[in-house]
């Protein structure tokens, strides 16, 4: 059982990275270099003996010594025009944002209460603003509610505190975030069709995988491609649906890519097309 399981999922994959061929609708994703994974760093003795006779030598000299890099200043509450979002701006947008009776009706990955937060970014200005150094400072944020499948937009004015747009979106599929990713890798490794993963992680290391902060990840987003793929995965797409591109840290890759993961039901499926 084992060598099935590691022939069709084990593969324990060398290389800087894995071409990915499927019949799924997927976001452009840049995979992780494979930085990390044979470096071993530092040089012989003789060579860092060297450099620091010649570095004693440049001194004698009256050589300048190497410039001191000046602590960054520390961020104000607000930016200026198109500065990027500060910490604090990033924090009032999330409280702006989602009224209390929103956030209660909503659920995040994890299950819990409120929508999980995909992103905060600084909005273009509008068209009769580009060239007004006074427009005010608006940011958009994107939740994604797990309670009825939603993407959730807001616009909001960073000079007045007001939301301005709110959009609504049923079947859209942004880049996972984080959290996402990181659900994504604990159901891979909790179901029986991760012991592949599993296996691989443990021949690599020597040591067990039981959680995603063992794994390097990139994710992509997975949408439902009629007869190519079990009936659990039909839904993909108007459900939240993830494959993952797993690694070991400072390891090789391991292949993962006929698991598709259903977040919206916390289902695992395998790709049969």
């Not at 840049?30 to 570095?55: C, H, V, W």
């Not at 993963?197 to 021949?203: I, N, P, Q, S, V």
């Not at 993830?242 to 499926?269: E, F, Q």
Request: glycine share 12%.
């Amino acid at each position: 059982m084992r060598t099935t399981v590691r022939r069709h999922l084990g593969k324990v994959v060398a290389g800087t990275a894995i071409a990915v061929a499927a019949t799924a609708v997927m976001v452009g994703i840049t995979l992780p270099g494979t930085a990390g994974a044979d470096d071993k760093g530092g040089g012989t003795t003789g060579t860092g003996a060297g450099q620091a006779a010649g570095r004693q030598q440049a001194d004698a000299a009256g050589a300048v010594a190497p410039g001191v890099v000046e602590r960054a200043p520390a961020e104000g509450a607000r930016g200026h025009g198109r500065d990027p979002l500060t910490d604090d701006e990033t924090a009032r947008v999330e409280r702006i944002a989602l009224s209390r009776q929103q956030f209660n009706a909503a659920q995040d990955v994890d299950g819990d209460r409120g929508p999980q937060r995909l992103g905060v970014d600084l909005a273009e200005p509008r068209a009769d603003e580009v060239d007004d150094p006074d427009a005010p400072r608006r940011a958009e944020v994107s939740f994604y509610d797990y309670r009825n499948d939603t993407l959730l937009t807001k616009t909001v004015n960073l000079d007045t505190g007001k939301v301005e747009a709110t959009g609504v979106q049923h079947g859209v599929q942004p880049p996972l975030g984080p959290a996402e990713q990181n659900e994504v890798a604990r159901l891979l490794i909790a179901d029986p069709l991760g012991a592949g993963l599993r296996a691989d992680y443990k021949d690599a290391t020597g040591k067990a995988l039981t959680s995603p902060g063992q794994l390097q990840l990139a994710s992509m987003v997975y949408r439902a491609v009629p007869g190519a793929e079990p009936a659990a995965l039909d839904k993909c797409g108007e459900h939240r649906c993830a494959r993952l591109l797993t690694k070991v840290k400072n390891g090789p890759w391991i292949d993962t890519r006929s698991l598709v993961v259903d977040l919206s039901t916390g289902k695992v499926a395998r790709l049969t097309g």
